[in-house]
């Protein structure tokens, strides 16, 4: 086997299967973000996703300490360690709850930030869709705007 195909083959290793806590569906949810983004989408609903289902979804920013994450669920999450969110600041963490369990979750590179979503409250299934913002060369994901009255 050559070097490239060995790079190739840990590439798509990293790309499907890194981070999703051993939960079906996740690395979905990444790829269907990252092609919505590609396909110049200007919104996201992470609830449209039928692969695993979840009551809440929550994002933490860089660095966040296993005990902030775990004042945020509620409870307890020994999956923690798997995470690498406490000492990057290359990825924030996103973490879908059901039932006060965590039922899947992944690490989001910044090449699509959702730092912007990060909060201690998370989203509930109807309040996750958010607006893709491209300005400032950037990609984020925002939370959707009022209209003005």
């Known amino acids: 086997m050559t070097t490239r195909q060995v790079t190739l083959i840990l590439g798509i290793i990293l790309v499907v299967g890194c981070c999703d806590g051993g939960s079906g569906g996740v690395s979905d949810t990444r790829s269907r973000l990252a092609a919505a983004v ?7 609903d992470f609830a449209d996703d039928p692969a695993f289902k979840w009551d809440r979804m929550y994002v933490f920013g860089c660095y966040s300490n296993r005990a902030s994450v775990e004042r945020a669920l509620g409870f307890q999450w020994p999956d923690y360690t798997n995470t690498t969110i406490e000492s990057s600041d290359s990825v924030v963490l996103v973490v879908f709850v059901k039932s006060e369990q ?29 607006r893709v913002d491209r300005s400032g060369g950037r990609i984020a994901l925002k939370p959707q705007t009022s209209p003005s009255l």
Do not use: H, M
């Not at 590609?38 to 996201?44: L, N, Q, V």
């Open 38 to 44: 590609a396909s110049g989408a200007t919104s996201f």
């Open 102 to 130: 965590v039922v899947a979750w992944y690490e989001q590179p910044q090449s699509i930030e959702l730092g912007w979503l990060a909060n201690d409250k998370g989203y509930s299934r109807s309040e996750a869709q958010f």
